[in-house]
């Protein structure tokens, strides 16, 4: 490197020190963001700052834990070509709905007409006797489709499963696939909303179950309008695409795949990554949206277990060895796909083991120096809210290393 080469580096690593990271005053739900819940969903002004420093406009920007594609959706929207990767199928439809145009015009005609059917078709079910006081179907024929899940009647009252069956139904028969995933995502959207769970988390946890008494009916100030739900969702979506649309961005590119094989991706291929990796051992996104999981039939056992970090393997002896083994098979393809002087950016924090610290983001900076990479430099970050396995780890580092 030479002496301005040196220069700039510098000056770019001054520019992102001088800056506040802690962004407790932000909007964090820029663009399209916020079209889905989502567990430690990426705050968009850290890929944001960093994909503004490091690249330039066309270039190609990786995340190989991209999540709910939060990184890929700013990389559009500064005109670079977002490449996201992922094992979560979830995770993957709400971040292919995030990264896309949509045409608005086309859209909101679309979604007045839906909403219309829906309301006619749930209402409808709505209105009638509970299906527990009669042994026959509904005296209208409303189609429902309602996959065959664990613990249906104590995850949800009995009118609540057959109103999210109609909708269920009325959306898979979607022709459409761009506005199907749409539906999908505003679907999921809800799914623990109307759910019996007491607890008002947008996700469920993995050590939260279903109501104990099966026969047990939901009070009357949670028996929820589904469709009311629904429009909601559609509503909010909505103005998250229409936002993202209204740049004109490049649409990102998503791969339901494993980052320790980016097959897809050739040699020095890349001008830019940045993730956030998984705490080790500290959630488990499937289990957390299993709801969604058990609609759309994905396996949340598979998926958990080739989950890298996945809070179910936190027992097993090595548990914390094979989550940086992991992660580094995962930085060796990241190095591979990279071209040579371009940036890797990893937002990481120290996690807990068994009520240990566990030291992760010198760790990270070792295996990565083993690899391959320069380290530059890291940005610390206060945390304001963490997972309750997590709460004790009160900062993150912004790791800058570059090839």
Known sequence: ???????SVNTKIDTLKSLDWDLTDVDTTKYSANIHPYHARFIPQIPERLISTYTEEN???????????????I?????RKGVGVDLNPLACLIASVKCRKYDLDKIRKHTK???STVKHNVRTIDSQPRISDYNSSHSEDIPTKIPDFPDQDRWYDENVLEQMGALFYLIENINAKRLRDFYRVCF???TKKVCKSNEDWTYVGDNMFPDKDSNKLTPVNKVYDVYQRFENQVEKALDGIAQFSKVNPIEGEIHKSDSRDLEFLNDESVDFAVTSPPYANAVDYARYHRLS???????VTETKEDEIGARSKRGRKNAVEDYFEESKQVYEEVYRVLKTGSHFCIIAGDTQHRNERVNATDQIIQM?????YKYEDKITRRVSKQSMSQKNI???????LSK
């Not at 999981?293 to 396996?299: E, M, P, T």
Request: charged share 20%; with cysteine; hydrophobic share 35%.
């Open 1 to 7: 490197m030479n002496k301005n080469d040196l220069n």
């Open 59 to 73: 270039d190609t920007v990786l995340d190989p834990f991209n999540g709910s594609g939060t990184s890929t959706m």
């Open 75 to 79: 990389a559009g929207t500064l005109q």
């Open 113 to 115: 007409e839906f909403l």
């Open 188 to 190: 999921s959207g809800i």
């Open 293 to 299: 999981f058990y609609w759309f039939d994905w396996g």
């Open 368 to 372: 990565c120096e083993q690899i391959g």
């Open 394 to 400: 009160t900062e993150e580092e912004l790791i800058i």
